[in-house]
């Protein structure tokens, strides 16, 4: 049995602490310590925890070092700020422990080579927390890519679609600032990136990128009639008449983890989405180029009618286009996260000089599209061989950051950015093998049309 300790109780833990509590792991996994910066939040968690865990230890977190002494885990799960990742995962290494973290595994270059640093220094593991890899429609995709379905790739369309519930939720949290949270490039596309260097089989090169704050910003609340609003929702004069107002009286979760315990550290949960302090982008577009010749064109939009993506990927035998919708969420509002909606979740191949066909969709229940819970086994239970290679370390981790963090140097230097110069001595991950470049295809046509197609 392997034993754990927690550091970072916010809303981000409860995947973690549900999964202790639900005992499903019981003989494979132990927690035994909880530690945050809030002394009302660790009070809080360890209340919930208390009937699973009577003798479950609490600290501070500037006592996370003695906690690692005290209980000799076996491994840290480090789910606190963006920007405090790398200080936990390294702490852990450096006291011979494994690390297993929250995406993003951190928010810059420099603190990304400090965990590269470490790692190779220490010989300890880093896992790092895709969920999206292991959500069933992602793997299909993975699979069908592996078996040839469009041969080798050459390039991929990839569209993601945050709406104006679950998006305008990042302009309201310290996610708001990029000192915190690397901005969405980082902190939200790394599940991206992640997953097209995984579909791939390969790792980005170059990137260019443009973005900005197009729509939380004060034009936007003009526009909305919302000139006069508050800094944060609470105590806003025109929460009346604005869409975006936020009460967390209504959120049990919310209320007991940020609101109800204020007073400890000051954070506030609800700051208005529209604050001239926001330094974060709601529009990125990204192009980048891969090992191996491929090329990505992405955006990502934050105030979208609905949630979810489109992505494409065309290749030398055809095309394979892959819509997912998802349900929308507030992190902390008791909704399940990332719920797929079974009837906007398609994949549909079209070869070169046949007919294309649909594939029925792989469904999954659960949070970040049936992802979350197949995760969990795989880290904390005793999982069968995976073809598919859906773990990451702190090398896959590496370059999903990576690609955002060049992608944010675009932006503001107007430059491509080549991924090999933002840190040294990072080898490239080992992926399940994809079609290769010299593949023979055989001419065979279905459709009465030399070169041409018929959908169907």
């Known amino acids: 049995m392997k034993s754990y300790v927690l550091v970072g109780l916010g809303s981000r833990s409860k995947m973690f602490t549900n999964l202790f509590c639900s005992g499903e792991f019981k003989d494979s996994a132990k927690l035994l310590a909880i530690c945050d910066i809030n002394l009302g939040r660790i009070k809080l968690k360890a209340d919930i925890l208390s009937k699973e865990f009577p003798g479950l230890a609490?600290?501070?977190a500037k006592d996370f070092d003695r906690m690692i002494k005290e209980q000799n885990p076996d491994c840290v799960i480090v789910c606190t700020t963006?920007?405090?990742?790398?200080?936990y995962i390294c702490r852990a290494m450096e006291s011979g422990r494994?690390?297993?973290t929250e995406k993003p595994m951190t928010i810059d270059e420099k603190k990304c080579q400090k965990i590269i640093n470490t790692a190779k220094k220490t010989g300890r593991n880093v896992r790092v927390t895709f969920n999206y890899r292991y959500s069933p429609p992602r793997s299909q995709v993975k699979e069908l890519l592996m078996d040839g379905a469009i041969g080798k790739i050459l390039s991929v369309e990839f569209k993601w679609m945050l709406d104006t519930n679950h998006g305008a939720d990042y302009f309201r949290r310290w996610h708001r600032n990029k000192v915190n949270s690397g901005g969405l490039m980082v902190h939200k596309a790394t599940h991206h990136f992640d997953l097209v260097n995984w579909w791939l089989g390969t790792v980005p090169e170059t990137v260019f990128a443009k973005g900005d704050r197009l729509f939380y910003n004060e034009k936007q609340a003009e526009r909305f009639g919302l000139s006069g609003h508050s800094e944060r929702c609470l105590n806003c004069p025109v929460k009346n008449r604005c869409n975006f107002y936020l009460d967390m009286n209504n959120f049990e979760i919310m209320r007991g983890l940020y609101l109800d315990n204020e007073?400890?550290?000051g954070?506030?949960?609800d700051r208005?989405?529209?604050g001239d302090d926001i330094d974060i982008e709601d529009f990125m577009s990204v192009t980048v180029g891969y090992k191996g010749g491929a090329i990505l064109n992405y955006s990502l939009v934050a105030f979208s009618p609905w949630e979810g993506y489109r992505v494409v990927f065309n290749g030398t035998k055809g095309r394979l286009e892959h819509l997912c919708q998802e349900s929308s969420y507030i992190n902390g509002d008791g909704t399940v996260q990332g719920a797929l909606k079974p009837e906007g979740t398609l994949i549909?191949?079209?070869p070169h000089f046949k007919t294309p066909y649909s594939v029925q969709v792989k469904q999954g229940e659960g949070s970040h599209g049936g992802g979350d819970i197949v995760m969990l086994n795989d880290i904390f239970g005793n999982p069968d061989p995976d073809p598919l290679m859906r773990s990451a370390d702190y090398i896959q981790g590496s370059y999903s950051i990576l690609t955002g963090i060049a992608a944010n140097k675009s932006i503001q230097t107007g430059q491509q950015i080549n991924v090999s110069e933002l840190v040294s001595g990072l080898k490239e991950p080992i992926f399940p093998p994809m079609p290769g470049e010299n593949e023979q295809i055989p001419y065979v046509s279905d459709t009465g049309l030399k070169g041409g197609v018929v959908i169907k």
């Open 58 to 60: 609490c600290y501070e």
């Open 82 to 87: 963006d920007r405090t990742h790398d200080e």
């Open 272 to 274: 208005c989405v529209f």
């Open 98 to 100: 494994d690390a297993i």
């Open 263 to 265: 007073k400890y550290d």
């Open 348 to 350: 549909k191949i079209y």
């Open 267 to 269: 954070y506030l949960r």
